[in-house]
């Protein structure tokens, strides 16, 4: 397998925002602005995966539940502060570098009864939108691929913060989730209980700890 290392960013002109004040019409929707402290922050990023999980979560036989994460992955990231909306992502994982702790199940999970990863070494997503909700919450839309069918899937993004480093560099962290219906990508698995249950929920969660280092230090 071909280890991934970082991705080239997108190479994007800053777009310019200027805010529209309310009207202050009664019943008039209010604009929400974006935070200026943001625009700072405007540029191209990556995925620093060494203090970042791309992971997912599962029922198994409907009383535990099974985590797992990615080690193999390349991002490009473009935040944009001043627009949020004008934002970009894509992530695109190596599906033979699924971890759940368990060799035997990892194994599984490769095989043609999951990710068949021999034939569709990687799964994507890439953002179609961004949408600030207010509160350092945004939703993010996007396209999700997983074994050559790709559908349209909505993340719930949290921003926590971000800092410059000891090395100059700018950190920004968000978390992201979204729960999908693994069998409308392909991963029809259904080994069944005698009670009637799945043996591997079809229902996932999967997970984003993002921590993005900004491509070039600071100054």
Known sequence: MNLFSRGTPFRRTEPTFTPTPPTGRPGAPTTLLPDPTLAALT?????????????????????????????EYQSRLYFDGRDPSRSQAEITVSTASVDTGVEQRDAHLVGRDFFDSA?????????????????????????????????????????????????????????????????EWGL??????????????????????????????VG
């Open 43 to 71: 540029g191209e990023w990556v995925i620093d995966p060494a203090h970042s999980r791309i992971g997912f979560s599962v029922r198994h036989a409907m009383v535990t539940t099974v985590r797992g994460a990615f080690a």
């Open 188 to 217: 029809n698995y259904s080994s069944r209980l005698a009670e009637g249950g799945a043996m591997v929920s079809e229902k996932v969660r999967l997970q984003f700890d993002i921590a993005a280092i900004r491509t070039a230090p």
């Open 119 to 183: 034939n569709h070494p990687r799964m994507r997503f890439t953002s179609t939108g961004v949408e600030p909700l207010g509160n350092d919450v945004y939703r993010m839309t996007g396209d999700l691929t997983i074994k050559a069918t790709t559908r349209p899937v909505v993340l719930e993004l949290t921003y926590i913060g971000h800092v410059t480093d000891p090395f100059g560099y700018q950190r920004a962290g968000f978390d992201g989730t979204t729960t999908i219906d693994r069998t």
